[in-house]
């Protein structure tokens, strides 16, 4: 159901407006002066407001510019009386939608709502399309072949044109970023930033300050103020992939956001109206988390209003084949030469289980393209040599015929990374302590490696 705001300052009017409205099946808010309604706009998600050009306060004119300026997103429809005709262009020229001329008649007001939804929807679908246009394949993520993709495709163009927040689930690798870009091109906020950061390569101390900014001596090193990431996404999209891993004591911040829609600077007095889209992405299981009373059970709730989740490629292989030929392609015109893979190639790599999903696919291939000048690949160009075994590590068997001693150790260490991802239950944090190493440095192993 549409959510309308009236906006203006007869009493009659807004009564009248308010049930003929909710007769044609909107929901209807309404307020009394401009300044008000501009309070009451960015405050709550509407999709049309209904505006008079003139009120006390402030008029529909300046109501549209701070309205536009601060981010709204709403069609204005705006109203004015005979001889308003000039302001209520000017009021267009600032970002209105259209305008009704007072007296109308009743038929007259839903007739224009409605050509405004409509007129929309199709602005809408033709931004959606040229934004498809103008991405590559596997940003539009329609290299997929499964049902269970195709599943989650669906569920992307429903959610796009609306700002509900949505999560993304499945196990590292899968393509939830893609999912997410996905979403954002095919959405009204298209031509706005897609701003993404990953809660878990951020250290603790700074991640406050990156997702809301910061102002000039709020501590050691801020010598002038800065935006956050919800800035930076003002408009747009913002991803928190790996949201599972963002600190307890962020969360509650997190949580205000997408209840108030205003962040606060760090080390600053006053808060900031922001209207970015928030995505969220993870591997991990967050009921198990909330239960585990690692992660804010009000949260969770808020961020699960729509759930897209992304099945594990060995769940899928109807999608082996085709992404491993959209690779090969990018990679032949990166590497400016013929690149292409046997049928046995494709049938081996379809066999295989892939822990780390779509990521470890596209490295197993450009790992084979690197270390073969040979142009059709075969399976013996991407097989690679298998793990030891925890019972195989002590017994000799890294010797002779076993590669060289850069590539055991690599072994020894991508056994170390998953066994102890596995012993933390995934958590990368305590994953990181463990091994001795930062967290980002975890996370470009996890990457280079391709561990689920």
């Known amino acids: 159901m549409k959510k309308v705001l009236v906006i203006d300052d007869e009493p009659g009017l807004r009564q009248s407006l308010g ?12 307020e009394q002066d401009g300044k008000r309604g501009l309070e009451r706009a960015l405050a709550e998600a509407f999709d049309l407001v209904l505006c008079d050009v003139r009120m006390p306060e402030m008029d529909g004119l300046t109501f549209v510019r701070n309205y536009r300026q601060r981010g709204g997103n709403a069609l204005v429809i705006v109203m004015s009386a005979y001889g308003g005709e000039d302001a209520a262009i000017a009021a267009m020229k600032e970002g209105a939608y259209d305008y009704l001329p007072k007296p109308f008649r009743p038929d ?46 669906a569920l992307v163009a429903r959610v796009a044109e609306h700002s509900t927040t949505v999560l993304i689930t499945g196990e590292s690798g899968t393509g939830k970023e893609v999912i997410a870009r996905a979403i954002h091109h095919a959405s009204p906020r298209a031509s706005k930033a897609f701003v993404g950061i990953n809660c878990a390569a951020i250290p603790e101390t700074l991640l406050e300050s990156e997702l809301f900014g910061h102002v000039r001596g709020a501590f050691t090193g801020a010598t002038g103020d800065k935006a956050g990431l919800f ?33 606060r600077r760090v080390g600053d007095q006053k808060t900031r109206r922001v209207d970015a889209r928030v995505l969220a992405a993870t591997a991990r299981n967050l009921e198990a988390e909330v239960r585990a009373g690692r992660f804010r059970e009000d949260l969770f709730y808020r961020i699960n209003v729509v759930v897209i989740e992304l099945p594990p490629l060995r769940d899928r292989r109807e999608d082996i084949a085709p992404l491993a030929r959209h690779f090969v392609a990018r990679l032949a015109q990166r590497f400016g030469r013929p690149l292409s893979l046997s049928d046995d190639a494709l049938a081996w790599l379809g066999q295989q289980e892939w822990p780390g999903n779509v990521r470890e696919l ?37 010797g002779v015929g076993s590669g060289t ?20 239950d995934g958590n990368r944090r305590e994953a990181a ?10 996370f470009y192993k996890i990457d280079r490696y391709g561990i689920g």
């Open 19 to 30: 049930l003929l409205l909710t007769d044609a099946g909107y929901t209807v808010t309404a």
């Open 433 to 442: 302590k463990r091994l001795g190493v930062s967290l980002r440095t975890l």
């Open 108 to 153: 007259e007001v839903v007739l224009t709502l409605r050509k405004a939804e409509e007129r929309e929807r199709l602005r809408q679908e033709v931004a959606g399309l040229r934004a498809q246009l103008a991405v590559g394949p596997a940003e539009r993520g329609l290299i997929v072949e499964s049902a269970a993709m195709r599943q989650a495709l």
């Open 362 to 398: 596209e490295n197993a291939i450009e790992r084979a393209a690197v270390l073969t000048n040979n142009e059709i690949l075969s399976p013996a160009d991407l097989r690679r040599e298998p793990l030891p075994t925890p019972h195989s590590q002590g017994s000799g068997e890294w």
């Open 405 to 424: 001693l850069r590539e055991a150790a690599e072994r020894a260490e991508r056994e170390a990374i998953a066994e102890t991802l596995r012993a933390t």
């Open 231 to 263: 800035e930076q996404a003002n408009g747009g999209t913002l991803l928190l992939d790996e949201i599972g891993e963002l600190p307890v004591g962020l969360q509650a911040k997190l949580l205000r956001v997408l209840q108030e829609s205003e962040i």
